[in-house]
C-alpha cells in the first residue's frame, strides 16, 4: 500500500490532509525523529511478527523493543519478525513506510503496546518511507483499529 491508499483509508476519518510529508527520509525511528524534530521515543513504530494462525503487527515507542519472554507470555508463540518480502504481502507496505492504516488483509491483527501510554501524542508513518501523521493515542487507536493494548515491550536508550 502507497501513502496514496493510506491517504484514502484516512480520508474516510478526514484525516487525509493531516499527513505530513517530509522531504527527507523517515524509513528510521532516528531519521523521523529528526526529520519530525520530536523525540525518537515519540516515533510509532510499526514491527510485524509470525503467527501460525494470522500476522501480528504490534506498534510501539520508538524506543523500545520487543522483550521475547513478554511476546511469548502474550501470544504464546517465539517472536519471529517476517522477512521484507513477506511485511509487504501482508500489510502493502515496504519496510520504512510499514503503518497501520489501511490494512486489507484480514489476517494481520493490530496491537498497540503500552510503551505508547506516556505521550499524548505520536507519530506513525504512513505508507512511505518520508512520511508521518501527528496522532493522539485516541485517534491511533481509531485510526488503526487496533485489536488491544499489549504489553511486550521493554526500552532502549537511543
Not at 501513502?3 to 490532509?17: A, C, P, T
Not at 504512513?126 to 485516541?138: E, F, Q, R, V, W
Request: glycine share 6%; proline share 4%.
Amino acid at each position: 500500500m502507497s501513502i496514496e491508499k493510506v491517504r484514502e483509508y484516512l480520508k474516510q476519518f478526514g484525516r487525509d490532509n493531516d499527513i505530513i510529508e517530509l522531504g527527507q527520509s523517515s524509513a528510521t525511528v532516528e531519521l523521523a525523529a529528526r526529520a519530525l524534530g520530536v523525540e525518537p521515543a515519540r516515533i510509532a513504530k510499526t514491527l510485524t511478527f509470525k503467527s501460525p494462525d494470522f500476522v501480528i503487527m504490534i506498534v510501539a515507542a520508538g524506543d523500545a523493543r520487543v522483550d521475547n519472554k513478554k511476546f511469548k507470555a502474550t501470544f504464546g508463540i517465539k517472536a519471529k519478525m517476517l522477512s521484507p518480502d513477506e511485511v509487504i504481502e501482508a500489510t502493502g507496505h515496504a519496510i520504512g513506510g510499514v503503518c497501520p492504516f489501511g490494512i486489507e488483509n484480514k489476517n494481520v491483527k493490530i496491537y498497540l503496546d503500552k510503551s505508547l501510554e506516556r505521550f499524548e501524542t505520536v507519530y506513525p508513518a504512513c505508507g512511505s518511507g518520508n512520511s508521518a501523521i501527528k496522532l493522539t493515542l485516541p485517534e491511533l487507536v481509531k485510526l488503526s483499529q487496533s485489536v488491544d493494548w499489549i504489553d511486550v515491550c521493554s526500552f532502549l536508550s537511543l
